[in-house]
């Protein structure tokens, strides 16, 4: 279509290129004809033939046609006839059969005779050709080389387009390492391609995060199922006491509940997850809030001889206020448990540099650094804290929550001890 | 004895829920779908219901906003298998009094009912009495042995909730839910220091504490 407009936009264009260059020649030539017969009709009437015998002799290349009729039609001296009559002052094109093509204007003097001024155009004939055949040349060769280059333009983003297909195959097969191509060009197909790597991105981790949950779970759920059917065979199979059979049951009993309290953990972070609770938030008031989980975990505390301290001040957030308090609950519930007994614990919303934060404290073993980051991860649990009770999906949760808030959670060494600090990511 | 209607049409979770309330001492009916469980709540009376949230035919929540429409108030004790927190919320604005989540443990689910059933009883109750305590709800004051003890606000309402249930075993999990309002496991110590700490206020040399704690189980006020 595009291909077609040009052709036809080439071609009027050499035309009309052609037409204006065969017609200025033509005026050229038609000028120098008026201004050669202007120039005889100023000779005196007796002496125009002689002129005009002197004009022809000077001609020695036979260019010029000259003639003088007169008013009978006879004529009176020149190398050109009439053979019809013709308008005075109009140019015409004519044809000798001896010298080829010429250009002839007739004038009447004012004793009524005619002057024929004639010119030879074979030169202007030749000439035109050329330009006929010059233009026909170079539009044949500017259509060549358009439709190269149209095939050679539109071949390269067909090759992107292909090459985007096969990865876009590729990651439908279910590859996510793969990544779109990206030429450089900034152009729409690379900002296409960016797009659909960025979601391959996010797609690949939520895939490997989902994995390495189901893994998680799987092997964390496994563990007590497969225990719960150890203890129910061993109890089917074999011919035990009263007091084995409800100690068995018991322990079954034990394990299904840890089962239990596992799903339900991730059910809740799913639930969390999906972030359909925004809907409920509403203003509320940490400072408040940090108070009531230090009045409900105080007794705790005091039990395990821990100083438990609370520095407050106001801050507001958006959101679910009992989402937090169990967020925070889990958090000091945590520096109670782990912390060290008869240590210090403290719950803090402060404002520091970073800005508003709340930071729960304690000074007990803390976590390696190189461990900070597999704590948040589900079901993952500390070294050398497994006889402490706990689904090892707390600290998850809490996660779920705070991310839910958009909130952030950072762990870093509180000398000694751990801190946990919850934050709003910092505004870039 | 109470009467209790259990709507489930899960076969072996119904005959669980009934051998249950029945180890209680109550008699419980079953309806297996929405339809005839609401025909048998409107034409019977009943002092509790156990009703599924998931139904052949009527559903549970439509159920029990059916029942509360004609001004039916027996307490309802929901149990279903969603446990998202927007459908608790749900369950509980349409009419039902509590909220259990499947898969539960019928020891739970039978002290729920109990609950249910006592603050039936009780709700015009003014004054609660038992092992030498008086819990005075509107004056909100102790007396132990008919001297005044002064309980913080948490306190009060610990020991009100234990009195109101008094001779039943309260988990701690339905402990933090009735007297705090949390509906997450607050983890395995802090409801028995919040004990540990009303038995200081309440105990009386010479006398075994009123609030006993049954191991693996929960607390039990006993008068």
Known sequence: MLGAVFVIGLIAMLGVVYVATARDLTARSDRILHATAQRLLQVPADQLPDRIRYELRRDRAGFNYLSLVAADGTLVVGNVRLLHPLPPGHPVDAESRSRGPFRLVALRTREGETLLVGRDISLLRDLRHTILETLTVSGLLTLLCVAAAAIGFSRAPLRRVRALQRASREIAAGDFSVRMPIAGRHDELDQFATTVNATVEEVGRVVAQVKGATDAIAHDLRTPLTRVRATLNALHHRPHDATEVAAGIRQATADLDLVLERFAALLRISELEAGRRRAGFRSVDLGKLVAQVAELYEPLAEDRAITLSLATRSWSVEGDDKLLFEALSNLLDNAIKFGRPGGRVEIALIEDERGDAIEVRDDGPGIPPEERDAVLRRFHRGQGVQEIAGSGLGLSVVVAILHLHGLRLDLSDAQPGLCVRISLPRRE | ?223
């Not at chain 2, 156990?50 to 159920?63: F, I, N, Q, V």
């Not at chain 2, 039916?72 to 509590?98: H, K, N």
């Not at chain 2, 039978?110 to 008086?134: D, H, N």
Request: aromatic share 6%; hydrophobic share 45%.
């Open chain 2, 1 to 223: 004895m109470a009467a209790i209607l259990v709507i489930e049409d899960d076969d072996a979770t119904a005959a669980a829920i009934i051998a249950e309330l029945e180890r209680h001492g109550h008699d419980a009916s079953r309806a297996a779908d929405g339809d005839t469980g609401l025909d048998l709540a409107t034409r019977e009376a009943f002092d509790a219901i156990t009703l599924d949230r998931m139904l052949p035919g009527l559903d549970g929540l439509t159920l029990v906003a059916r029942l509360r429409e004609r001004h039916i108030t027996i307490p309802v004790l929901m149990l279903s298998a969603l446990s998202d927190v927007d459908e608790r919320i749900a369950g509980l604005r349409a009419g039902g009094d509590d909220y259990l989540t499947k898969p539960f443990d019928f020891a739970e689910m039978a002290m729920r009912v109990e609950v249910l059933l006592r603050r039936r009883e009780q709700a015009e109750a003014v004054v609660l009495r038992g092992g030498g305590i008086e819990c005075d709800l509107v004056r909100r004051t102790v007396k132990v042995d008919g001297e005044p003890t002064r309980l913080l606000h948490m306190e009060f309402r610990l020991l009100e909730f234990l009195m109101r249930n008094q001779g039943e075993v309260m988990t701690r999990r339905i402990i933090f839910e009735r007297v705090w309002g949390y509906y997450f496991d607050p983890g395995a110590n802090l409801i028995s220091v919040h004990i540990a700490r009303l038995r200081k206020k309440i105990d009386r040399p010479g006398r075994p504490s009123p609030i006993q704690t049954v191991k693996g189980e929960g607390y039990l006020f006993e008068g």
